[in-house]
T-cell receptor, first 111, second 116 residues
Framework: SQQGEEDPQALSIQEGENATMNCSYK?????LQWYRQNSGRGLVHLIL?????REKHSGRLRVTLDTSKKSSSLLITASRAADTASYFC???????????FGKGITLSVRP | GAVVSQHPSRVICKSGTSVKIECRSL??????MFWYRQFPKQSLMLMAT?????????EQGVEKDKFLINHASLTLSTLTVTSAHPEDSSFYIC????????????FGSGTQLSVL
Protein backbone atom coordinates (compact mmCIF):
# COMPACT_ATOMS: atom_id res chain seq x y z
CA SER A 1 0.00 0.00 0.00
CA GLN A 2 1.16 3.52 -0.68
CA GLN A 3 2.82 5.06 2.35
CA GLY A 4 4.36 8.26 1.09
CA GLU A 5 2.41 10.72 -1.00
CA GLU A 6 4.27 13.64 -2.46
CA ASP A 7 2.89 16.89 -3.69
CA PRO A 8 2.94 18.56 -6.04
CA GLN A 9 3.24 15.80 -8.61
CA ALA A 10 5.10 18.12 -10.96
CA LEU A 11 6.93 21.35 -10.34
CA SER A 12 8.49 23.72 -12.86
CA ILE A 13 10.64 26.60 -11.68
CA GLN A 14 13.27 28.99 -12.95
CA GLU A 15 16.92 28.44 -12.19
CA GLY A 16 17.87 30.21 -8.99
CA GLU A 17 14.46 29.81 -7.40
CA ASN A 18 13.76 27.55 -4.46
CA ALA A 19 11.84 24.30 -4.88
CA THR A 20 9.67 22.92 -2.11
CA MET A 21 8.30 19.42 -2.23
CA ASN A 22 6.02 17.84 0.34
CA CYS A 23 5.44 14.28 1.45
CA SER A 24 2.71 12.88 3.65
CA TYR A 25 2.57 9.41 5.13
CA LYS A 26 0.14 7.34 7.12
CA UNK A 27 1.84 5.19 9.73
CA UNK A 28 4.51 5.72 12.39
CA UNK A 29 8.04 5.76 11.06
CA UNK A 30 11.61 5.28 12.23
CA UNK A 31 12.95 7.62 9.59
CA LEU A 32 12.05 9.28 6.33
CA GLN A 33 14.38 9.54 3.39
CA TRP A 34 14.46 11.53 0.18
CA TYR A 35 15.86 10.12 -3.04
CA ARG A 36 16.48 11.58 -6.46
CA GLN A 37 16.10 9.77 -9.79
CA ASN A 38 17.32 11.00 -13.12
CA SER A 39 15.31 9.74 -16.08
CA GLY A 40 15.94 6.08 -16.79
CA ARG A 41 18.40 5.70 -13.94
CA GLY A 42 18.52 4.31 -10.44
CA LEU A 43 17.84 6.33 -7.31
CA VAL A 44 20.37 8.31 -5.34
CA HIS A 45 19.99 8.88 -1.63
CA LEU A 46 19.82 12.56 -0.71
CA ILE A 47 19.05 12.89 2.96
CA LEU A 48 17.61 10.97 5.91
CA UNK A 49 15.73 12.42 8.85
CA UNK A 50 14.90 10.38 11.91
CA UNK A 51 11.58 10.44 13.71
CA UNK A 52 13.08 12.37 16.64
CA UNK A 53 14.52 15.08 14.38
CA ARG A 54 12.63 18.09 13.10
CA GLU A 55 15.01 19.60 10.57
CA LYS A 56 18.14 18.64 8.74
CA HIS A 57 20.43 20.32 6.24
CA SER A 58 22.77 19.02 3.60
CA GLY A 59 24.29 21.55 1.23
CA ARG A 60 21.42 23.21 -0.65
CA LEU A 61 18.94 20.72 0.79
CA ARG A 62 16.78 21.28 3.82
CA VAL A 63 14.35 18.67 5.03
CA THR A 64 11.78 19.02 7.76
CA LEU A 65 9.70 16.41 9.52
CA ASP A 66 6.47 16.91 11.43
CA THR A 67 5.50 13.60 12.98
CA SER A 68 2.29 15.04 14.43
CA LYS A 69 1.10 15.85 10.92
CA LYS A 70 2.89 12.88 9.38
CA SER A 71 4.50 15.07 6.80
CA SER A 72 7.90 16.09 5.51
CA SER A 73 9.16 18.73 3.16
CA LEU A 74 12.25 18.93 1.01
CA LEU A 75 13.55 22.36 0.09
CA ILE A 76 16.15 22.81 -2.61
CA THR A 77 17.56 26.31 -2.50
CA ALA A 78 19.05 28.22 -5.43
CA SER A 79 17.98 25.53 -7.87
CA ARG A 80 20.06 24.63 -10.91
CA ALA A 81 19.12 23.07 -14.23
CA ALA A 82 21.02 19.98 -13.08
CA ASP A 83 18.49 19.54 -10.26
CA THR A 84 15.93 18.50 -12.88
CA ALA A 85 14.87 14.98 -11.83
CA SER A 86 12.20 13.03 -10.01
CA TYR A 87 12.26 13.17 -6.23
CA PHE A 88 10.84 10.46 -3.99
CA CYS A 89 10.22 10.30 -0.29
CA UNK A 90 10.53 6.91 1.35
CA UNK A 91 9.46 5.83 4.79
CA UNK A 92 11.16 3.30 7.01
CA UNK A 93 8.82 1.84 9.60
CA UNK A 94 11.48 -0.46 10.94
CA UNK A 95 9.51 -3.51 9.85
CA UNK A 96 11.61 -5.95 7.87
CA UNK A 97 14.04 -3.23 6.79
CA UNK A 98 11.84 -2.30 3.86
CA UNK A 99 11.38 1.19 2.51
CA UNK A 100 8.07 2.30 1.03
CA PHE A 101 8.32 4.91 -1.68
CA GLY A 102 5.91 7.66 -2.63
CA LYS A 103 4.79 8.34 -6.18
CA GLY A 104 7.44 10.96 -6.75
CA ILE A 105 7.61 14.57 -7.83
CA THR A 106 8.94 15.62 -11.20
CA LEU A 107 11.01 18.77 -10.87
CA SER A 108 11.94 20.78 -13.93
CA VAL A 109 14.37 23.66 -13.51
CA ARG A 110 14.43 26.01 -16.48
CA PRO A 111 17.80 27.55 -17.28
CA GLY B 1 29.80 5.84 -1.36
CA ALA B 2 28.88 2.24 -1.95
CA VAL B 3 28.48 1.15 -5.55
CA VAL B 4 25.80 -1.18 -6.85
CA SER B 5 26.23 -2.33 -10.42
CA GLN B 6 23.26 -3.62 -12.39
CA HIS B 7 23.38 -5.29 -15.79
CA PRO B 8 22.14 -5.17 -18.43
CA SER B 9 20.87 -1.61 -18.58
CA ARG B 10 18.49 -2.42 -21.38
CA VAL B 11 17.21 -5.67 -22.84
CA ILE B 12 14.75 -6.44 -25.59
CA CYS B 13 13.50 -9.98 -25.86
CA LYS B 14 10.83 -12.04 -27.55
CA SER B 15 7.77 -13.19 -25.71
CA GLY B 16 8.33 -16.53 -24.03
CA THR B 17 12.04 -16.15 -23.41
CA SER B 18 13.69 -15.72 -20.02
CA VAL B 19 15.81 -12.77 -19.04
CA LYS B 20 18.37 -12.59 -16.25
CA ILE B 21 19.29 -9.33 -14.54
CA GLU B 22 22.36 -9.11 -12.32
CA CYS B 23 22.91 -6.86 -9.35
CA ARG B 24 26.38 -6.65 -7.83
CA SER B 25 27.69 -4.79 -4.82
CA LEU B 26 31.16 -3.75 -5.94
CA UNK B 27 32.83 -2.50 -2.79
CA UNK B 28 30.80 -3.97 0.03
CA UNK B 29 29.06 -7.13 1.04
CA UNK B 30 25.29 -7.11 0.82
CA UNK B 31 23.50 -9.77 2.82
CA UNK B 32 20.21 -8.26 1.71
CA MET B 33 19.24 -6.82 -1.64
CA PHE B 34 15.90 -5.50 -2.78
CA TRP B 35 14.30 -5.77 -6.20
CA TYR B 36 11.86 -3.12 -7.37
CA ARG B 37 9.72 -2.62 -10.42
CA GLN B 38 8.83 0.79 -11.75
CA PHE B 39 6.32 1.78 -14.42
CA PRO B 40 6.73 5.08 -16.31
CA LYS B 41 6.17 8.10 -14.10
CA GLN B 42 5.20 5.92 -11.17
CA SER B 43 6.68 4.88 -7.89
CA LEU B 44 8.91 1.94 -7.12
CA MET B 45 7.06 -1.21 -6.21
CA LEU B 46 9.00 -3.61 -4.02
CA MET B 47 8.91 -7.07 -5.57
CA ALA B 48 11.07 -9.08 -3.23
CA THR B 49 13.79 -9.04 -0.65
CA UNK B 50 16.78 -11.14 -1.59
CA UNK B 51 18.70 -12.76 1.24
CA UNK B 52 22.13 -14.28 0.75
CA UNK B 53 22.08 -18.02 1.16
CA UNK B 54 18.36 -18.33 1.66
CA UNK B 55 15.10 -18.00 -0.22
CA UNK B 56 13.88 -14.60 -1.24
CA UNK B 57 10.87 -13.06 0.44
CA UNK B 58 8.29 -11.99 -2.10
CA GLU B 59 5.74 -9.24 -1.70
CA GLN B 60 2.09 -10.05 -1.94
CA GLY B 61 0.94 -10.45 -5.51
CA VAL B 62 4.41 -11.13 -6.94
CA GLU B 63 4.72 -14.56 -8.54
CA LYS B 64 7.84 -16.25 -7.23
CA ASP B 65 7.85 -18.77 -10.08
CA LYS B 66 7.71 -15.92 -12.56
CA PHE B 67 10.40 -13.81 -10.98
CA LEU B 68 13.18 -16.08 -9.80
CA ILE B 69 15.66 -14.56 -7.40
CA ASN B 70 19.01 -16.06 -6.54
CA HIS B 71 21.38 -14.52 -4.00
CA ALA B 72 24.21 -17.03 -4.04
CA SER B 73 26.98 -14.77 -2.78
CA LEU B 74 27.41 -11.67 -0.65
CA THR B 75 28.00 -9.54 -3.73
CA LEU B 76 25.58 -10.88 -6.32
CA SER B 77 21.84 -11.21 -6.61
CA THR B 78 20.06 -12.13 -9.83
CA LEU B 79 16.49 -11.69 -10.96
CA THR B 80 15.28 -13.94 -13.76
CA VAL B 81 12.04 -13.07 -15.50
CA THR B 82 10.85 -16.43 -16.80
CA SER B 83 8.73 -16.82 -19.91
CA ALA B 84 8.51 -13.09 -20.31
CA HIS B 85 5.40 -11.50 -21.77
CA PRO B 86 4.74 -7.94 -22.94
CA GLU B 87 3.08 -7.08 -19.62
CA ASP B 88 6.42 -7.79 -17.92
CA SER B 89 7.95 -4.87 -19.77
CA SER B 90 9.07 -2.45 -17.11
CA PHE B 91 12.04 -0.82 -15.40
CA TYR B 92 13.60 -3.13 -12.81
CA ILE B 93 15.90 -1.72 -10.12
CA CYS B 94 17.91 -3.43 -7.43
CA UNK B 95 19.22 -1.90 -4.24
CA UNK B 96 21.25 -2.90 -1.23
CA UNK B 97 22.12 -1.69 2.23
CA UNK B 98 25.66 -1.45 3.47
CA UNK B 99 25.84 -3.64 6.55
CA UNK B 100 23.09 -4.45 8.97
CA UNK B 101 21.40 -1.60 10.78
CA UNK B 102 22.25 0.90 8.05
CA UNK B 103 19.21 2.71 6.82
CA UNK B 104 19.90 4.18 3.44
CA UNK B 105 19.79 2.23 0.22
CA UNK B 106 22.23 2.23 -2.65
CA PHE B 107 20.64 1.58 -6.02
CA GLY B 108 21.73 0.01 -9.24
CA SER B 109 21.18 2.00 -12.43
CA GLY B 110 18.18 -0.09 -13.44
CA THR B 111 17.28 -2.39 -16.31
CA GLN B 112 14.70 -1.44 -18.91
CA LEU B 113 13.04 -4.65 -20.10
CA SER B 114 11.02 -4.60 -23.29
CA VAL B 115 9.23 -7.80 -24.25
CA LEU B 116 8.03 -7.94 -27.85
Amino acid sequence: SQQGEEDPQALSIQEGENATMNCSYKTSINNLQWYRQNSGRGLVHLILIRSNEREKHSGRLRVTLDTSKKSSSLLITASRAADTASYFCATDTGANSKLTFGKGITLSVRP
Amino acid sequence: GAVVSQHPSRVICKSGTSVKIECRSLDFQATTMFWYRQFPKQSLMLMATSNEGSKATYEQGVEKDKFLINHASLTLSTLTVTSAHPEDSSFYICSARVGSGKEKLFFGSGTQLSVL
